[in-house]
């Protein structure tokens, strides 16, 4: 009899499902809702254990310090039902970090570092009842964030960075919706109430908040706020106020306004320049000069009412190169608006009085001999600095114009340089591709031989590779100029002699690389003189290249009595 009795136990034991240990360093505990670990020792985890018991209904790990709920993190504990990761130092949520988790009904990501929730990771969760996600750094609510949370009863979003969100999130929660029908409501009339919590967050009171402000004025049971008292934390005009002491209006696209749109000052006097922005939100303002945003001056803002703003640009010690067309700029999402002011300085000698920039004006008989020298200083495989010289009576009361564009376009862009400065750089250029460049006195418009025609390199992958910086080809040329080794230089006032001369050169030297690598063949242009320099086309040693040189100098010399103002020259290398 004692026999059979111990087989039957034995039997039962067999029969009975071992029991998984519970983590080093947790507690398990069981009751009548399942089994439980709980993990409250600080630093216990560097990450979320891997050797979770299977059959845990709630877990609850708080001051471990992992950073990320990884993909499929819980896919081991398919009978979790409550979840808690509070005070941790999560910044990361995969969206398959809740994989597996069907059964959850509870998650708790208090006190963590998140800025954003991968809210679609919900389609894993559809039994959620209870977020909580307060005291986090979430500063974006998406629309559809609400989507995949038809059954939630409880949210917290308290305590967190969020500023501005839409309506729509809130109208396209499938909870809401069933809510605003009624039938719904009267069949869910003695059902369990839905709490947000959305207190204490930084709002920003402009018209982009106008349609939630709205929303949270219209709530009413099963909806409850958990605190009503929703404050605003901007714009500062409206910072304390509660959602239901402020109204706000519709965005608008900002509208520009000048008080006095043409100023007339002696030189040497102070200025202030004034414009008014009427917009919602508030718009960003700017003040430019020439294309230019100006920089230099001081400028200040001030807030005239809740919608308008006053710009205000002061100019100290008016020059005359102070003269010209200022532009206040405004701009928000809605749009934008500019006005210009037209500044005038009266010159205490007329002879220095500036002309204002826009089309040529009549000009001196001195300001007509003057003689510009300009060369490429600098090239890089992106761009080109140009830097310039000219022969002044007044250095510190004259200034340039640069008009830089596509060649063969009448519209370029328009540069004023100031005083002073003889330098000029242009970054970001197309490869393969034409361009022009021209220095005038003041604000002249380029006459016939006084523009740098150049043609940017067709591989920029491979010079970069090569560590060159010659990708420029100078192919027109009307001031004097500078150019690296290894490229030709033409004048337009020497027709076609010099052009003649450097084709004649390289066509004979591809002829002689042609009989040796048939393989790389190219058909010689004018405008692929780039290829050429970079194979050493120019050889200093060659009688062909010497007797270019010989050439272009006599084409030079030729044109040598033309006067100052025309003066070309040439430097081959």
């Known amino acids: 009899m004692d026999t059979i009795y111990y087989l039957l136990v034995v039997v039962l034991l067999k029969t009975q499902p071992a029991r998984a240990q519970c983590l080093s360093g947790c507690s398990c505990v069981d009751d009548r809702h399942g089994r439980s670990l709980i993990c409250m020792e600080e630093g216990a985890f560097g990450s979320i254990p891997q050797n979770l018991p299977h059959d845990l209904t709630k877990i609850r790990i708080e001051k471990s310090h992992f950073t990320e709920i990884p993909r499929g993190a819980f896919l081991k504990t398919p009978a979790l039902e409550n979840l808690w990761l509070n005070f941790n130092d999560i910044t990361v949520v995969n969206s398959k970090g809740l994989e597996g988790l069907g059964n959850l009904t509870e998650l708790r990501l208090q006190g963590n570092k998140l800025r954003s929730v991968p809210w679609t990771s919900f389609e894993d969760t559809p039994a959620l009842k209870i977020l909580d996600l307060k005291h986090n750094q979430l500063d974006v609510l998406p629309e559809h964030a609400l989507k995949y949370l038809p059954g939630l009863t409880y949210l917290d979003l308290s305590f967190n960075q969020l500023t501005v969100i839409s309506k729509e999130v809130f109208q396209n929660w499938p909870l809401y919706q069933k809510l605003q029908s009624a039938e719904e409501r009267d069949a869910t009339g003695s059902g369990s109430n839905v709490v947000l919590a959305l207190h204490d967050n930084a709002w920003l009171c402009d018209c982009r908040l106008k349609g939630f402000v709205e929303f949270i004025r219209s709530l009413s049971p099963p909806i409850i706020l958990m605190n009503s008292y929703l404050s605003c934390a901007g714009p500062d005009f409206r910072a304390g106020r509660f959602f239901h002491e402020i109204e706000l209006q519709a965005c608008v696209k900002p509208v520009v306004s000048i008080p006095a749109a043409n100023i007339s000052l002696p030189q040497g006097a102070n200025v202030t320049l004034r414009c008014l922005a009427m917009a919602r939100p508030d718009p960003v303002v700017w003040w430019t000069y020439g294309l230019k945003i100006i920089r230099g001056f001081h400028e200040t803002q001030e807030r005239m009412d809740e919608d308008t703003v006053r710009s205000l640009l002061v100019i100290p010690s008016l020059h005359v190169a102070d003269r010209g067309v200022y532009t206040c700029t405004a701009i928000n999402f809605m749009g934008n608006s500019s006005a210009n002011v037209f500044l005038d300085i009266r010159s205490l000698d007329a002879s220095q009085t500036s002309s204002l920039p826009g089309p040529p004006a009549g000009q001196a008989s001195g300001e007509e001999n003057v003689y510009v020298d300009i060369r490429i200083a600098k090239q890089t495989v992106r761009g080109i600095t140009i830097e310039w010289f000219a022969a002044l009576d007044r250095p510190a009361d004259t200034w340039f114009t640069v008009h830089f564009g596509r060649a063969g376009t009448e519209k370029k862009e328009t540069i004023y340089i100031g005083p002073g400065i003889n330098t000029y750089s242009v970054s970001d250029l197309m490869p393969a591709t034409k361009y022009e460049i021209c220095v005038t006195l003041k604000n002249k418009s380029p006459r016939l031989g006084q523009c740098?025609?150049?043609?940017?390199?067709?591989?920029?992958?491979?010079?970069?590779?090569?560590?060159?910086?010659?990708?420029?080809?100078?192919?027109?040329?009307?001031?004097?100029?500078?150019?690296?080794?290894?490229?030709?230089?033409?004048?337009?006032?020497?027709?076609?002699?010099?052009?003649?001369?450097?084709?004649?050169?390289?066509?004979?030297r591809q002829r002689e690389r042609n009989s040796q690598r048939m393989e790389h063949e190219r058909q010689g242009t004018f405008?692929?003189?780039q290829a050429a320099s970079d194979e050493g086309l120019v050889n200093k040693d060659s009688s062909e290249d010497r007797k270019v040189r010989r050439r272009s100098e006599d084409c030079i010399r030729a044109h040598k009595g033309l006067g100052d103002h025309s003066r070309v020259t040439a430097e081959l290398y």
């Open 527 to 529: 405008d692929s003189l």
């Open 452 to 508: 740098i025609v150049f043609v940017t390199g067709s591989d920029i992958t491979e010079l970069e590779q090569r560590e060159k910086l010659i990708h420029i080809v100078v192919i027109v040329l009307a001031m004097v100029l500078a150019v690296p080794v290894g490229m030709y230089a033409c004048t337009t006032d020497t027709k076609f002699a010099c052009v003649e001369g450097v084709m004649a050169s390289w066509k004979n």
